[in-house]
C-alpha cells in the first residue's frame, strides 16, 4: 500500500456531487467534502458512486446510540428496574463506562408483567442488551426482550462461573446449584451481525 | 480571589513579600530599530514547537511551547456526564484552564482565580464551534489546559494546543481552531506579545493601548473568539484582528504538520 | 439564564425579521427598547442607579471605603465589581445558581473598566501608598429579560456618576498623617464617568446582527460580539460569547454598528444623568412607588 | 444607651413618631413581570423586594418532596450595599440562614399547604435597604407577594416588632432603637383570627411588662393589616379595571 495521506480537520478533500459520498470522519459543507477527523484517506468505490473517508489508526469516539449491541455490568437490581454500567459499544471498549438502565418491562418480550427482576439479573452480571433509547440525563435505556440478548457471564453465590442450562436458569458447577437468570442464546454470529 | 481558608496565613500584620520589589519603570516596547526586546521584528511570531500524545492516560494532548509560554492540554472523552444536568441531545464540552502555581512571576493559587474561570469560559466558546457535538449525545469531553510557563498569549496558545488535543483524541471537528493575540501600542502592532509586552493598565499611555486575542477557524475562515482589553479605537481593532487573522492562517501548517507525524508514526508502530 | 422555549416556526420568523430590519417587537436592528434610569435610589450607598429595560432590571449601589492602597499601584485607588443574581429574578438563580453568570458579568465590567482613561484612579488615593479610596461596585439583578451586559454597565455608569465621596483633607504631622473628614455633607468628590464604557451586545441572528437582544432573540442566537464603548470612540474590552462563530468580514460591519451604537448610547445616557441630576431636589419619591 | 434619649418626656422617639405609630407604610404589588407574585414595600427606610413562584414542581431532588402537602421555600438575602457597612455576600450566612428558616416556619403556618401536595411554593425575599425589621417587613412582602400570586391563604401574615423603653412599650422599632440593647419582641399573626404564628423575642425584659409589649405588637400587627388590606383591594380593583371584570 502506498503511503497514505494524512489529513486533519478542515480541510477539504473533494467535492461533493451524485457519485462522490461523504462517509466517517467527514462532513459537506458548500458542495465540498472536508475531514473532521485526523487520519488517512480512504476511498471505497462502489458500484457506482465512491465513499470518502477518513479512518484513524487508533480507536475514534465512541458512545452507545440506539439500537446498537452493548455489553453491561449490572451494578444495582430492585424490583422495577437494575442499573449496569456499560463497559463495551459493539465489539469495542469503552475507556470510561455509560449508565445503563434495564427496566422490569425491559427484560423479555412475553409476559412482561410476570418478570422477577431478582430471578433475572443479579449484581456482578455480565450482560448483553440493546440499546432501546438516549434515556434521561442519568442512563441509557436498554433491553434484553431477544433471544439472545442477556446475561452471559455470571457468578454463583460461591464464586464460580456457571453455565447456562436453560434460558432462565444457570448451574453452578461447584454445587450444581440452579440460579434464576435472563439468559442469552449466545450466537457469535448474530452478534456479529449486529456489529456492522 | 478565592483563597484556600484552610492554609494557614501570616499574621495579621504581616505585608506580601511583594511590596518590597522594585516597581519596575515600564520600558519602551521596541528600540529604535523597531526591534523588540528579544530582538523580534514588530510582525515576528516566536518559533512554535508542537507535539501530540504527550498525556500516555487521556484520549488525547498536546504540547505546545512559544519560547517562554508552554502550555499542555489533555482530552477526556467522550464520557458520561457525572454531574446532574439537564439531558441534552448534543454532546457538551468542558474546559479547566489553570495556571501552575510557579507558572507566572508571582505565585498563583491552587483554586482556580477569576481570570482562570474566564479563560476557562473563553476557551470553550472558542472550541465548542469547531467540535460536532451531534456526534456524542449527552455525553461529554473534558478538555483540562495546564499553562506550565506564562510569557504571554497564553489564551492564544491555549486554544491551538487544546484544538490539537482534541484532533488528537479523534473527536470529529469541522476545523482546527487556532490562536494568536497582539499588543497595541499607538499605531504599532507588536505580534505575540510577551509577558512583559500584555497590556496592563498599569501603563499610562496614549489611545490605542491594549492587547486582542483572535481564535480562528483556517479553513472556514471563522472566527470563534475574540477578547480585547485596554482603549483601542475601532479602526485599530479592525487592524488587529485582521492581522491575528492571518498569522491564524499561518499555524494551520504548523498543526497539521505536527497531527500528520503523530498519525504517520502511529501507523509505523502498527504494522 | 432564563430560557425560553421556541419553535423552528418562531425562530425563521425572528431571523427574516432581522434581516429586513424588523424585530418582533417593532424595533430597528439597531434600536434599544425603553430604558428608564433612576438615581439615588438607596440611602445606604454612597451612590445608586436603578435602571429597567424592558423587562430587565437591575439595581446597583457604590459603597466607597477607605482602604490600603496594593503595592503595585500605590498612587491609585480601586474599583471593585460584585455582582448578585437575585432568585427574585428567576428561581434557577437560588442559592449559588447565579454564580457563574455574575462572575461573567463582573469579570467583564471589571476589564470593561481596566484602563486608565475610563475612571481617574489616582483621584481616589488618599495618601500614597497607604490609604485609598476603594468603589466597591454592587450589582444585584433583580429581573432578567435579555441583555444583562448592557444594562449592568449602564446601571453601573449611572451609579458611578451619582457617586459622592466624601472629601477629605490630610495632615501630616511629624510623621503621623492624619485623615479629617469634612462636616458639611454636601462637601463631596464626584467621579468623573464621562469616558466611563457602556456594553454593547451584538447578537448574531442569521446572516444580521441586533442591539439589545430579547430572550426570543437571545434564543436565536448563537453567538454574541461584546463590546465596551467609550464616549470617544473606542473600545476598552471586548468578547465574544456563545457557542457560534462568525465571519472575519461580519465581525468588522459589527464593530461599525457597536461604535455607532455605542456612542449615541453613551450620549443619550450622560444627557439623562445631567438633566436628572439637575432635577435631583423636584423629585421626592423613588424606588417601585412612582 | 447613654447619649441618645428613645423616647422623650414628651413621648416623642427619635425619628418623631409617637410610641404606639408605625413608620410610614408604602407597598405595591405586582412589580415584576416574570414572577407568579411579587410585591414591594417600604417600612420607613427598610425597603424589602419579594417574588413567589409556584405552586410548581417540586425543584431539584424529588425526595424533598411531602405527599400530603406543599413544600415551602423560602430564601432570604440582602443586597450588598443595604446596611451601613458593606456586606460581603448576599446570603450564606447564619443570619440569613436563620432568617430563611423563620419566614419558612412563618408561612408554612399560614398558607393552605394541604391543596397542593408534592408540589412548591418559592418565596425569594431580597432586602435592598435595611433599617430595622427586617424580618417583619419580610414577611410583610411576601404577604402581598403571595396574594398576588392568588396562593390561598388563611389570612393576610402582619408581623410588627415592638420594645419597651422608660417603661412603655414602643411599636415597630428602627435600627438604632434595635441596637440600642434594648428587649426586641417580633411576633408574626394572623390578625382576623387573632392567631400567633411567630413569636421570637431577645434581650432581657420583665416578665410584668411582655403582656404590654405583646399587646403592643399585636396591635402594630392590626395596623399593618390595615394598610396592606387597603393596597391589595386597591391593587385587585386596578387590574380588575384593567381587564374589564368589574
Same mark, same amino acid.
Given at each position: 500500500m502506498a503511503a497514505p495521506s494524512v489529513c486533519v480537520p478542515g480541510q477539504r478533500l473533494c467535492g461533493k456531487d451524485s457519485n462522490v459520498q461523504p462517509g466517517r470522519g467527514t462532513y459537506e459543507r458548500n458542495g465540498f467534502i472536508y475531514a473532521s477527523l485526523t487520519g488517512c484517506l480512504m476511498t471505497e468505490k462502489g458500484e457506482d458512486m465512491t465513499l470518502v473517508e477518513v479512518v484513524r489508526s487508533t480507536e475514534t469516539t465512541l458512545v452507545p446510540s440506539v439500537d446498537c449491541l452493548v455489553t453491561a455490568r449490572v451494578t444495582n437490581v430492585n424490583p422495577r428496574f437494575c442499573k449496569c454500567n456499560i463497559i463495551k459499544v459493539g465489539s469495542k471498549p469503552l475507556t470510561d463506562s455509560f449508565r445503563g438502565m434495564i427496566r422490569k418491562e425491559d427484560v423479555r418480550s412475553t409476559e412482561k408483567d410476570k418478570v422477577e427482576m431478582y430471578k433475572c439479573f443479579r449484581p456482578g452480571d455480565i450482560v448483553i442488551a440493546r440499546v432501546i433509547s438516549l434515556g434521561d440525563a442519568q442512563s441509557y435505556l436498554l433491553t434484553t426482550a431477544e433471544n439472545e440478548l442477556?446475561?452471559?457471564?455470571?457468578?454463583?453465590?460461591?464464586?464460580?462461573?456457571?453455565?447456562?442450562?436453560?434460558?432462565? +436458569?444457570?448451574?453452578?458447577? +461447584?454445587?450444581?446449584?440452579?440460579?434464576?437468570? +435472563?439468559v442469552a442464546k449466545v450466537q457469535p454470529s448474530f452478534i456479529e451481525q449486529c456489529d456492522t | 480571589m478565592p483563597t484556600d481558608t484552610r492554609r494557614i496565613t501570616g499574621p495579621e500584620s504581616s505585608v506580601s513579600p511583594y511590596s518590597f520589589c522594585k516597581i519596575q519603570e515600564p520600558q519602551p516596547l521596541f528600540n529604535s530599530q523597531d526591534l523588540r526586546k528579544d530582538g523580534r521584528k514588530c510582525d515576528q511570531v516566536r518559533p512554535i514547537f508542537l507535539k501530540t500524545g504527550v498525556v500516555s492516560k487521556a484520549q488525547g494532548s498536546a504540547y505546545l511551547e512559544q519560547d517562554g509560554t508552554k502550555v499542555i492540554c489533555a482530552v477526556y472523552g467522550p464520557r458520561a456526564v457525572i454531574k446532574k444536568e439537564e439531558f441534552s441531545m448534543k454532546g457538551q464540552l468542558?474546559? $479547566?484552564?489553570?495556571? %501552575?502555581?510557579?507558572?507566572?512571576?508571582?505565585?498563583?493559587?491552587?483554586?482556580?482565580?477569576?481570570?482562570?474561570?474566564?479563560?476557562?469560559?473563553?476557551?470553550? @466558546?472558542?472550541?465548542?464551534?469547531?467540535?460536532?457535538?451531534?456526534?456524542?449525545?449527552?455525553?461529554?469531553?473534558?478538555?483540562?489546559?495546564?499553562?506550565?510557563?506564562? $510569557?504571554?498569549?497564553?489564551?492564544?496558545?491555549?486554544? %491551538?494546543?487544546?484544538?490539537?488535543?482534541?484532533?488528537?483524541?479523534?473527536? @470529529?471537528?469541522?476545523?482546527?481552531?487556532?490562536?494568536?493575540?497582539?499588543?497595541?501600542?499607538?499605531?504599532?502592532?507588536?505580534?505575540?506579545?510577551?509577558?512583559h509586552e500584555e497590556y496592563s493598565s498599569k501603563e499610562h499611555s496614549e489611545v490605542n493601548n491594549g492587547s486582542v486575542t483572535v481564535g480562528l477557524m483556517p479553513s472556514l475562515n471563522q472566527i470563534s473568539a475574540v477578547t480585547s482589553s485596554g482603549e483601542i479605537q475601532f479602526e485599530h481593532l479592525k487592524k488587529a484582528i485582521n492581522k491575528c487573522s492571518e498569522i491564524c492562517v499561518q499555524l494551520y501548517p504548523v498543526c497539521q504538520q505536527s497531527l500528520s507525524k503523530s498519525v504517520k508514526e502511529n501507523i509505523k508502530e502498527n504494522t | 439564564m432564563v430560557d425560553v422555549q421556541l419553535s423552528d416556526a418562531e425562530k425563521t420568523y425572528i431571523i427574516h425579521g432581522a434581516q429586513d430590519n424588523l424585530r418582533e417587537d417593532g424595533r430597528g436592528c439597531e434600536d434599544y427598547r425603553h430604558l428608564e434610569i433612576e438615581t439615588s435610589v438607596v440611602s445606604t450607598t454612597s451612590g445608586s442607579a436603578k435602571i429597567r429595560l424592558a423587562n430587565t432590571e437591575i439595581l446597583v449601589g457604590v459603597k466607597v471605603e477607605l482602604g490600603e492602597t496594593s503595592p503595585e499601584n500605590p498612587d491609585k485607588g480601586r474599583i471593585e465589581f460584585f455582582v448578585d443574581c437575585s432568585a427574585n429574578a428567576t428561581p434557577e438563580f437560588e442559592g449559588r445558581g447565579g454564580e457563574d453568570l455574575a462572575n461573567e458579568i463582573s469579570n467583564m465590567l471589571a476589564r470593561a473598566y481596566d484602563c486608565p482613561s475610563c475612571l481617574d484612579m489616582r483621584k481616589l488615593c488618599v495618601v500614597e501608598g497607604k490609604k485609598c479610596w476603594i468603589v466597591y461596585v454592587d450589582v444585584l439583578l433583580l429581573e432578567c429579560g435579555g441583555s444583562l451586559f448592557d444594562a449592568s454597565s449602564i446601571a453601573v455608569k449611572a451609579a458611578l456618576y451619582n457617586t459622592s465621596i466624601p472629601r477629605l483633607t490630610v495632615t501630616h504631622d511629624e510623621g503621623h498623617t492624619e485623615l479629617e473628614l469634612s462636616d458639611d455633607p454636601y462637601d463631596v468628590q464626584r467621579l468623573d464617568v464621562y469616558n466611563s464604557p457602556c456594553i454593547v451586545t451584538l447578537s448574531k441572528i442569521g446572516h444580521s446582527h441586533v442591539v439589545d437582544a430579547s430572550q426570543k432573540e437571545e434564543a436565536c442566537c448563537l453567538a454574541r460580539l461584546m463590546l465596551a464603548v467609550t464616549d470617544k470612540g473606542c473600545v476598552t474590552a471586548m468578547k465574544k460569547e456563545g457557542s457560534g462563530s462568525f465571519d472575519v468580514s461580519s465581525i468588522e460591519d459589527m464593530l461599525e454598528t457597536g461604535k455607532k451604537v455605542g456612542q449615541s448610547l453613551n450620549k443619550s445616557l450622560m444627557e439623562v444623568l445631567v438633566s436628572e441630576d439637575r432635577n435631583m431636589k423636584k423629585k421626592y419619591m423613588t424606588g417601585y412607588l412612582r | 444607651m447613654a447619649g441618645i434619649e428613645l423616647l422623650s418626656d414628651q413621648g416623642f422617639r427619635v425619628d418623631g413618631r409617637k410610641a404606639n405609630e408605625l413608620r410610614r407604610i408604602q407597598c405595591r404589588l405586582g412589580v415584576f413581570t416574570q414572577a407568579d407574585g411579587s410585591a414591594y414595600i417600604e417600612q420607613g427606610n427598610t425597603k424589602i423586594l419579594a417574588a413567589v413562584y409556584g405552586p410548581h414542581e417540586i425543584r431539584g431532588s424529588r425526595s424533598k418532596a411531602l405527599h400530603d402537602k406543599v413544600l415551602v421555600n423560602c430564601q432570604y438575602s440582602m443586597a450588598t450595599f443595604s446596611t451601613g457597612e458593606r &456586606?460581603?455576600?448576599?446570603? /450564606?450566612?447564619? &443570619?440569613?440562614?436563620?432568617?430563611?428558616?423563620? #419566614?419558612?416556619?412563618? *408561612?408554612?403556618?399560614?398558607?393552605?399547604?394541604?391543596?397542593?401536595?408534592?408540589?412548591?411554593?418559592?418565596? *425569594?425575599?431580597?432586602? #435592598?435597604?435595611? !433599617? /430595622? =425589621?427586617?424580618?417583619?417587613?419580610?414577611?410583610?412582602?411576601?404577604?402581598?407577594?403571595?396574594? !398576588?400570586?392568588?396562593?390561598?391563604? &388563611? !389570612?393576610?401574615?402582619?408581623?410588627?416588632?415592638?420594645? *419597651?423603653?422608660?417603661?412603655?412599650?414602643?411599636?415597630?422599632?428602627?435600627?438604632?432603637?434595635?441596637?440600642?440593647? =434594648?428587649?426586641?419582641?417580633?411576633?408574626?399573626?394572623?390578625? &382576623?383570627?387573632?392567631?400567633?404564628? *411567630?413569636?421570637?423575642?431577645?434581650?432581657r425584659l420583665h416578665e410584668d411588662n411582655l403582656s404590654h409589649v405583646l399587646d403592643m405588637a399585636v396591635k402594630g400587627c392590626k395596623d399593618i393589616h390595615d394598610v396592606l388590606d387597603q393596597a391589595v383591594r386597591e391593587h385587585v380593583g386596578e387590574v380588575a379595571a384593567i381587564s374589564g371584570l368589574e
Open positions: 442477556g446475561v452471559v457471564l455470571a457468578t454463583s453465590e460461591e464464586g464460580v462461573t456457571m453455565v447456562p442450562v436453560s434460558w432462565c +436458569k444457570m448451574r453452578c458447577p +461447584k454445587t450444581l446449584n440452579d440460579e434464576f437468570r +435472563k | 468542558r474546559c $479547566d484552564f489553570k495556571y %501552575t502555581t510557579f507558572s507566572c512571576k508571582y505565585r498563583r493559587q491552587y483554586q482556580q482565580d477569576n481570570e482562570e474561570k474566564d479563560y476557562s469560559v473563553q476557551l470553550l @466558546e472558542a472550541l465548542e464551534p469547531a467540535v460536532l457535538l451531534h456526534k456524542f449525545p449527552k455525553a461529554q469531553v473534558n478538555i483540562y489546559v495546564t499553562v506550565l510557563q506564562n $510569557d504571554g498569549s497564553a489564551l492564544a496558545a491555549s486554544i %491551538t494546543c487544546s484544538s490539537v488535543a482534541l484532533c488528537d483524541a479523534g473527536i @470529529e471537528m469541522y476545523d482546527l481552531v487556532t490562536g494568536c493575540s497582539t499588543r497595541l501600542a499607538g499605531d504599532r502592532l507588536l505580534l505575540d506579545p510577551c509577558k | - | &456586606k460581603r455576600r448576599p446570603r /450564606g450566612d447564619r &443570619k440569613s440562614k436563620e432568617m430563611t428558616m423563620h #419566614l419558612q416556619q412563618t *408561612f408554612d403556618a399560614a398558607i393552605l399547604t394541604s391543596l397542593y401536595p408534592r408540589s412548591q411554593i418559592d418565596i *425569594f425575599v431580597e432586602v #435592598l435597604q435595611s !433599617d /430595622g =425589621g427586617n424580618y417583619c417587613a419580610s414577611v410583610n412582602a411576601a404577604t402581598l407577594a403571595l396574594i !398576588d400570586a392568588g396562593i390561598p391563604l &388563611k !389570612d393576610y401574615v402582619c408581623a410588627c416588632s415592638a420594645s *419597651f423603653v422608660n417603661d412603655k412599650p414602643i411599636m415597630d422599632i428602627s435600627y438604632l432603637e434595635e441596637s440600642s440593647g =434594648g428587649a426586641e419582641l417580633i411576633v408574626a399573626t394572623l390578625p &382576623k383570627s387573632e392567631q400567633i404564628v *411567630f413569636l421570637e423575642m431577645n434581650s
